[in-house]
């Protein structure tokens, strides 16, 4: 797919260099019958032109909350958000002029084609005749979905229905792209060709705000992270310096019986006093080095020689941000084959 991506056309670069998304204390409430949830707390943002910032955290974090507000589908209850510099609340058209969202679901009309999708959105943005198609078709090809324009949307698997609903939201060429958890459900095959699409976006001027609960997807694509947890940003910063944050180094393991991971995550804990992170991968846990831990690294693997427990890969390295969630948090993020939907409230408070 990478081969056709670099055809995505370009936008016009910003103005000015910068931020591309500046927020100041936004808050959300939201009611039901029995009480009123504050689904934001006092969120700051700030995010430079053409970067992948990501949004981390569980499901009911507040994520799409903020992703919404920003995208003016939303109106904060308190604070303040600019998106290339306009405001979200006195500026709403213009920010909806510069932005594109692709939310958790597929947005297109699942009884049209993949052509027939893209066309009417490029007739609904004031595309033309000729210039209209031609849109189309670039798009059709940059997605590898050119085979597949001349079929029903709901014909199509799970990573093309993503793509599709990918292109739909670059009709315009945004300057700045929300993207909520844009690879939720997808396996791995599908989700590494969106994260090529995000690679290319941004390497031709865009901005992308990424929303996601894969520790693996904010690890890859983003310049900066935020993670978000009851509605509050709780850390922030480049992946390099969250990882710093929770210690120097973490043990990986891999074992050969997935059957004595708990006896293993024992071992651990005793030898290095620190409580292991289970992976979403039932092989594997790791666990975070204290920092006059050394020698009780190189006691780690003769224990597991004695304990007759198989260790086929061991590595040494940088904390994983699963560590940095479960130190921040206390609590590990969701697996990854867990629904991954922010729950919607039930009403707006006005």
Sequence with gaps: MTEHVDHVPAHDPPDTPGLAVE???LVKHFSTRKQVTKAVDGVDLRIPTGTVFGLLGPNGAGKTTVVRMLATLL???AGTARVLGHDVVTDA???RAAVG???QYA???EDLTGTENLLMLARLYGFTGQRARQRVESLLDAFSLSDAGGRQVKTYSGGMRRRIDLAASLVLAPRVLFLDEPTTGLDPRSRNQVWD?????VADGATVLLTTQYLEEADQLADRIAVIDHGKVIAQGTPSELKRSVGEGAVTIRLADTGRRAEAAGLVEKVLGTEPTLASDPYA???????????AVARLLPAFGEAGIAVPEFSLGQPSLDEVFLTITGKPLPAEDAEAAEPAPAEEVS
Excluded: E, F, K, M
Excluded at 197 to 201: G, K, Q, S
């Design 101 to 103: 969202l692709t939310g």
């Design 285 to 295: 846990l790791s666990a975070r080095v204290p920092d006059d831990g050394t020698d």
């Design 75 to 77: 109106r904060p209850d």
């Design 23 to 25: 927020a100041t204390g």
């Design 197 to 201: 699409i995000v690679r290319v976006l």
């Design 93 to 95: 058209d213009a920010v």
């Design 107 to 109: 947005s297109v009309d």
